[in-house]
């Protein structure tokens, strides 16, 4: 594949020579390869978890499609790789992976030092607790002594122990890498709570049926988590393409054009819609994409609101901070022009 290697992007990183710009291309290992490959979690209902079927559904799982749809006009042109916390980076870093789309909080060390760029922030989340209801406390300044359970790798770990310590509480944590190892540490009382961020806590609760009711999440936010796309440094076009694919969503929620009514918006004489249908300007050629690439996106996955009622909405979770601007949230789309 026409991918630079990250050791070269990692000297780079630390001054000792090379340009991490030099000779990456991932659109046209994509295209050769004849599909993309998008890393997940692959075991969280809601965001990437295998239906009845083995197909990969759910807000990750469509955030990658999209990508896919871009592309080739054909959302199931792509391969799912699950990642834990620990293999996700360097699945990236590697090549393994085309795009991390897992869940996969955007922090400043995360992009100046491994050689990642975040291309957009699809889910603003934070971190929570969920404690057993056994233990009668209401809010995570009560969890002095307790053994709190976290995942390895993850900005969580950090987190709890800065907010522990702030606090001056007394912690016992508990570091486990897969989820399935934290359904059965909380099964076998190992755990008095575990932390992740808010939505992960309210997903990983349903998917426990009867036995999530033993469990409350907690109301407390003890940080800021924005869920990013992930793609390797010194690819400025397919860094465009993953962050101009997320705002044509944006975009279609913003002027009401959906997977059902999109081709009504074929003879528009809106000049922005025009463009952003293909029917005028080059929005397609500055990407190095068909100029229907955005149709395809939302005939693929639909808008924003759209991938949030099919995937989130399921979970009983709120769609609060992240609804568009002009509805109090924080989603907003630059102009495509």
Known sequence: MAIAPFSAQAQTQSGQGGSASDKVDTLGA?????????????DRPGFSFPDGKGVMQGLDADICRSVAAAIFGDPEKIRFTSLTSLTRFPALQSGEVDMLARFTTWTLTREASLGLDVASVYFYDGQGFMAKKSLG???ALELDGATVCVTQGSTSEA??????????LALKPIVIEKIEQVRDALANNRCDAYTNDSTLLGSLKLSMGPAGDEYILLPDVISKEPLGTFVRK???????????TYIA???AEENGI????????????????????GETGDL???????????VNVIKAVGNTAELWDRTIAGLGIQRGVNRLAKDGGLQYAPPMR
């Open 234 to 244: 010194g690819d400025q076009r397919f860094f465009d393409i993953v962050r101009w």
């Open 30 to 42: 994509i295209k050769a390869r004849g599909y993309f490959i998008c890393g997940v979690a692959g």
């Open 137 to 139: 406390v209401k809010s």
């Open 249 to 251: 969503m944006l975009t």
């Open 284 to 294: 397609g050629a500055a990407l190095g994409l068909d100029a229907q690439w955005a």
């Open 159 to 168: 987190n709890m122990v800065d907010f522990f310590r702030a606090h001056n």
């Open 258 to 277: 959906t997977k059902t009514n999109i081709d009504t918006f074929r003879k528009t004489r809106d000049p922005q819609n025009q463009r952003f249908m």
